[in-house]
């Protein structure tokens, strides 16, 4: 028997609800039926990703600025127990996914974190996350 570690699943995307008005999506309908785009989410995330492109300098400019990690940032027990052990203390910025490993225990991340600021999804344990909650910028 072949023993696989299971790696855990994290989300690729968010749900998020949008009110339009009624000639907005009206129009938006047409442009679906006319065959521009599959579907209604389809045309949404068209124009997600055009306004992200038209404002990417500015977005480049502050992912620099604030010094975020850009993606996905993992933090392991082993990651955390180096940080204390050097006696630093970490500072998350994060755009996209901060995730902290469930064998970290709230003790742990008290002592190696110092702050966390994630713009996306921060995935932890219950118990982590109470433990931090102080620290966790919103």
């Given amino acids: 028997m072949k023993l696989v570690e299971a790696k855990p699943k994290f989300p690729d995307t968010e749900k998020v609800t949008v009110n339009l008005g009624l000639?907005?999506?009206a129009q938006m309908d047409l442009?679906?039926?006319?065959?521009?785009?599959t579907n209604r989410t389809d045309f949404v995330?068209?124009?997600?990703?055009?306004?992200?492109?038209?404002?990417?300098?500015?977005?480049r400019q502050t992912v620099t600025r604030k010094r975020y990690v850009m993606g996905m940032q993992r933090y392991s027990k082993a990651e955390?127990?180096?940080?204390?052990?050097?006696?630093?203390?970490?500072?998350?910025?994060?755009?996209g996914l901060a995730s902290i490993?469930?064998?970290?225990?709230?003790?742990?991340a008290r002592e190696a974190?110092?702050?966390?600021?994630v713009l996306g999804a921060f995935l932890a344990s219950s118990a982590v996350k109470?433990?931090?909650?102080?620290?966790?910028?919103?």
Avoid: C, W
């Fill in 45 to 59: 995330r068209m124009a997600i990703r055009n306004q992200l492109q038209l404002h990417g300098e500015a977005i």
């Fill in 23 to 25: 000639v907005d999506l």
């Fill in 80 to 95: 955390l127990e180096k940080t204390v052990a050097a006696g630093e203390r970490l500072e998350i910025h994060v755009l």
């Fill in 113 to 117: 974190i110092a702050s966390i600021h």
């Fill in 31 to 37: 442009l679906v039926e006319e065959g521009f785009y």
């Fill in 130 to 138: 109470a433990a931090l909650a102080d620290r966790i910028e919103s």
């Fill in 101 to 108: 490993d469930d064998d970290v225990t709230p003790e742990l």
